[in-house]
């Protein structure tokens, strides 16, 4: 599994409701990132992180029944990260595991459709 691009920090994080995608100098949250290693000042996502930040003012507009509900943050716990740091040993997201991760539903209103840009493409795992 040393070939598929690692999913980062400097990514940018869409829901189904929003007309942009969003990075973290923009609000988005990521709880668990790894320490020691970066490309291009990003740190790679770690198994079990929990992104947040899709917010009604940060532009998820769902609503039930008119009052907004937005999606708030998505938790990739039950999503298994593939991807292994030999450096630090430590698991991280990969562009393999995007797809999985589109089917997680958001803490917010239970929709799915979380999804990652990522712009780096020199680390892999
Ligand atoms: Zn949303």
Redesign the pocket.
């Known amino acids: 599994m040393a070939s598929s691009i690692v999913l980062t920090d400097g990514a940018k994080f869409q ?4 007309a942009a995608p969003l990075g973290i100098t923009e609000g988005i949250t990521i709880s668990l990132t790894a320490s020691k290693i970066q490309v291009d000042n990003a740190k790679p996502i770690l198994n079990g992180a929990t992104i947040g930040g ?1 917010t009604t003012e940060k532009g ?1 507009i ?1 609503q039930v029944a008119g009052a907004p509900t ?2 708030v943050s998505f938790q990739l716990a039950t999503v298994p990260a593939s991807g292994l740091l030999a450096e630090d040993n430590q698991k991280v997201y990969i562009d393999a595991d995007k797809s999985a991760i589109s089917s997680i539903p ?1 803490t917010g209103n239970a ?1 799915p459709g979380l999804t990652i840009i990522e712009s780096q493409n020199k680390l892999k795992a």
Not at 15 to 18: E, I, L, S
């Open positions: 829901c189904a409701h929003m899709f998820c769902f937005p999606c958001s929709n």
